[in-house]
């Protein structure tokens, strides 16, 4: 793997382009090219899969991501960044690069848009979006089927999290309806400019069959034994079952004890609340 950008690279294209990272955007730029090796690596591409980047910004990953794919597909919001890449990857890799970059809002890239259908995720993701970024990909794109994205660490403890865990929650269970995650690694600030005050973390991904539940009525249920934390089922989801007494029997109907709480239950067990309501959800009336 050869021409990756380094920090004075990095800085200099910056300059040339008059980018200066915004914390709006969640911009922090990799200038390691042993860390974009690692990613690259870790993401276990095969040759056919089709790539979708959200967030390439200068074009760190990209260029590792380029030689170890058949189409990379990067998303990027910054119209200036979106439309210096292709010159960047030309310059480092030659005109033939199988690159589509599309200037577009990842929370709103539908499947119409990319062709060939991307397989994989590998992203580099802006911390503030990252969660409804994956889930929004998970959502329209069926025919992802891995990847790996690097976000702040304490959200990919969030995201791997299993049942039972302090930190298991709404992205837990919500990512879990998609994908089984692990983690892949911890990555330190010094890799970026500028030097974010957290660590980074690795989620390796790899997608399943999601439970025999209509998915919106699973994630009502999931939002609402959430909301309230440390309120047993049987009170966190009296709003969605129309009362606690509701809520009681549905719970007892789908075989969960109304005394539990949702950090207890795997997505699995939210989808049986979910189908085990007598109605779907009253939240919205």
């Known amino acids: 793997m050869t021409g990756l950008l380094g920090p004075a690279?990095?800085?200099?294209?910056?300059?040339?382009?008059?980018?200066?990272?915004?914390?709006r955007l969640g911009q922090n730029?990799?200038?390691?090219?042993?860390?974009?090796?690692?990613?690259?690596?870790?993401?276990?591409?095969?040759?056919?899969?089709?790539?979708?980047?959200v967030g390439p910004g200068l074009g760190s990953l990209t260029l590792g991501l380029l030689p170890a794919a058949r189409h990379v597909h990067a998303v990027e919001i910054d119209p200036v960044l979106a439309g210096a890449l292709p010159s960047t990857v030309?310059?480092?890799?030659?005109?033939?690069?199988?690159?589509?970059?599309?200037?577009a809002d990842a929370l709103r890239?539908?499947?119409?848009?990319?062709?060939?259908?991307?397989?994989?995720?590998?992203a580099n993701l802006?911390?503030?979006?990252?969660v409804p970024v994956v889930?929004?990909?998970?959502?329209?794109?069926?025919?992802?089927?891995?990847?790996?994205?690097?976000?702040q660490k304490e959200v990919a403890d969030r995201l791997v999290a299993g049942p039972g865990s302090k930190v298991y929650g709404v992205p837990s269970v919500k990512l879990a309806w998609y994908a089984t995650a692990r983690n892949a690694g911890r990555v330190p600030p010094s890799v970026f400019w500028p030097v974010p005050n957290v660590d980074s973390g690795l989620v390796a991904f790899t997608r399943r069959e999601p439970p025999a539940a209509p998915?919106?009525?699973?994630?009502?249920v999931i939002d609402a034994a959430f909301?309230?934390?440390?309120?047993?089922?049987?009170?966190?989801?009296?709003?969605?079952?129309?009362g606690a007494d509701r809520a009681a029997a549905t719970l007892e109907a789908a075989g969960v004890d109304p005394g539990a709480r949702g950090e207890s239950l795997t997505v699995e067990r939210f989808a049986a609340i979910a189908l085990a309501a007598p109605v779907p959800s009253r939240a919205a009336e």
């Open 9 to 23: 690279e990095i800085r200099e294209l910056a300059a040339r382009l008059g980018v200066a990272p915004t914390k």
């Open 29 to 53: 730029f990799v200038h390691d090219p042993n860390t974009v090796r690692r990613i690259v690596a870790a993401a276990a591409l095969d040759p056919d899969d089709v790539v979708v980047e």
């Open 90 to 103: 030309g310059a480092h890799t030659g005109p033939h690069a199988q690159l589509t970059v599309h200037h």
């Open 109 to 122: 890239v539908t499947a119409a848009e990319l062709d060939p259908a991307p397989t994989a995720l590998v």
């Open 126 to 130: 802006p911390y503030n979006v990252a």
């Open 135 to 151: 889930l929004h990909l998970l959502a329209e794109l069926p025919t992802l089927r891995h990847g790996l994205v690097m976000v």
């Open 215 to 220: 998915r919106e009525r699973v994630f009502a």
């Open 227 to 242: 909301a309230q934390r440390r309120k047993t089922l049987r009170a966190a989801l009296a709003g969605w079952a129309g």
